[in-house]
């Protein structure tokens, strides 16, 4: 069925490539490029590939070295990503952290990256100068770079394939972020996972994607995509003006992004379906996703067989598990049920609390095996090989599989709540039916009941009959808490901070 051959993943080596295969393809983008203003709002494959090699020239006149950690702490925009290619380029190793954290968490993951660089922006230079534990002389502003002259261009220089290249951080919704290292032969089993996705898709049209940038998915997705010759459409502002006016301007063919966002732009598809006519194939990032939010933007599309692609997935083991929905299946689907792994590349299989696998229809913990699996969390090997269970990983969720080997996803293992089967599947059921909602999150409440915690699309109002009509026949909930979608902790990729809300809750703060 697949034919894509594998090879280690360079970064730049393969953006180069691609640019020499397909010079002229487009690359748009919605906002400037704060350290790549010579890109504009629209640039090639080619143009993109010489600038590169400028930012990588700028960096090793700044100081950069082959093997030195460069951690990349800026606004997340696309540009966040061409920073990791130039690092590559020198045979640095890009260290990818979201913006969002604060100054605190950076000091932690600083102490552990032994006297790394830092390239920071306006969005993170207050943070970025206050830490502790990074000298002054280790701290790069974009405008530091952009203002840098040098002689002459550098030549590439090369790591190892199975030396640390890459790194990217889990989403922190338990604590502080672990660093997952991935090389370029880990990297490289999840771009084949990926371009064999993107073989099945004949036509080469626009992919539009608002993805965190330091999140393991985008780095793969978008190295995938210029393997194969895409026009890419990187969006950095996920407002609902902005994603009406580029999704109209630009009219792509497919669309992905989290499925939190997918949640959050509902109401727009909704009420204005056109927005969204011209996607084929919709792609939502490494989590589920309810039914009715899939269904939603699937009656947008114009063409007759729409696609959406539901992919689970985790940071440490890249994409697993994918299952194809249109609207006909969906009518018939449980959205809880994520599908199969790829064969030869990836699988799942459901064990007890010891680690042995159980039978099919007994629910427990949801073991990956992933030829993609990353190296280890730097500095912190022991807390990485607690999941490893011989050529399986541990990935803290919990779940079912059928008979018939799909695999279904009930809960995050520290999220359970007594008496509840599935709060995942239960939410689901509310964001489907109550489209008023744009977020419901069950956590254990302060006696350790469910406790529902709501948002309500800001262009409507709760409606308590609807809730309670919903509710009735579920297990017992709390009376919902409601808070504004925009101040529920999060993290980089939009996932609820559910231990966060718990402790808020405790703490009677929400």
Not at 186 to 193: A, D, I, L, P, V
Request: hydrophobic share 40%; net charge positive.
């Amino acid at each position: 069925m697949f034919i894509n051959k594998y090879k280690p993943l360079n970064l730049y080596t393969n953006f180069a490539q691609a640019a020499e295969r397909f010079p002229g393809q487009a690359i748009y983008f919605d906002e400037p490029l704060t350290a790549f203003p010579e890109l504009q709002l629209q640039t090639t494959y080619h143009d993109a590939k010489n600038a590169l090699i400028t930012k990588a020239a700028q960096l090793q006149n700044i100081g950069v070295k082959k093997g030195e950690k460069v951690i990349v702490y800026k606004s997340a925009k696309f540009d966040t990503y061409l920073l990791a290619v130039a690092i590559s380029y020198l045979g640095a190793v890009p260290i990818m952290i979201s913006a969002h954290l604060p100054a605190e968490t950076m000091d932690i993951l600083v102490a552990r990256l032994d006297d790394p660089w830092m390239i920071f922006d306006g969005d993170t230079a207050a943070k970025a100068q206050s830490l502790k534990n990074l000298p002054a002389s280790k701290l790069i502003a974009v405008e530091e770079i952009l203002a840098t002259t040098f002689d002459q261009l550098c030549e590439q220089d090369f790591l190892t394939p199975d030396t640390i290249s890459y790194m990217t951080h889990t989403s922190g919704t338990t604590g502080v972020p672990k660093l997952i290292a991935h090389s370029a032969n880990s990297m490289g089993w999840r771009t084949k996972w990926q371009k064999n996705i993107l073989s099945l898709i004949r036509k080469r049209g626009l992919v539009a994607f608002h993805i965190s940038p330091v999140h393991s998915r985008f780095n793969i997705g978008i190295s995938s995509l210029m393997a194969k010759g895409f026009p890419l459409l990187p969006i950095a502002n996920p407002s609902r003006a902005n994603i009406t006016k580029i999704m109209t301007e630009y009219a792509p063919m497919i669309l992905e992004t989290h499925p939190n966002h997918f949640v959050q732009w509902a109401s727009l598809a909704r009420e204005e379906p056109e927005v969204f006519q011209s996607v084929k194939y919709y792609h939502s990032t490494f989590d589920a996703i309810n039914k009715e939010t899939m269904a939603t933007f699937l009656r947008c599309s114009k063409y007759r067989l729409p696609v959406f692609l539901q992919v689970y997935g985790q940071s440490e083991c890249g994409p697993m598990i994918m299952r194809f929905h249109t609207k006909s299946t969906l009518k018939r689907t449980n959205a809880r049920a994520m599908g199969v792994g790829m064969p030869s590349l990836t699988k799942a299989r459901i064990v007890d609390q010891d680690g042995k696998p159980v039978s099919a229809g007994v629910s427990g913990n949801i073991q990956m095996f992933s030829k993609g699996r990353a190296l280890t969390y730097y500095k912190e090997t022991p807390r990485f090989k607690e999941n490893v269970y011989g050529a399986w990983w541990d990935s803290g969720d919990y779940g079912v599989k059928s008979r018939l080997g799909g695999l279904s996803l009930l809960d995050r293992q520290v999220d359970l709540v007594d008496k509840i089967d599935s709060t995942l599947a239960i939410e689901d059921a509310l964001l489907d039916e109550l489209t008023f909602l744009d977020e419901v999150v069950i956590i254990r409440g302060k006696n350790g009941s469910p406790q529902p915690i709501v948002a309500v699309n800001e262009r409507a109002e709760m409606n308590w009959d609807l809730w309670w009509k919903k509710v009735s026949d579920l297990p017992h909930l709390n009376e919902p808490i409601l808070m504004k979608y925009d101040a529920m902790p999060r993290t980089a990729t939009m996932k609820i901070q559910r231990l966060e809300l718990e402790r808020l809750l405790q703490n009677s703060e929400i």
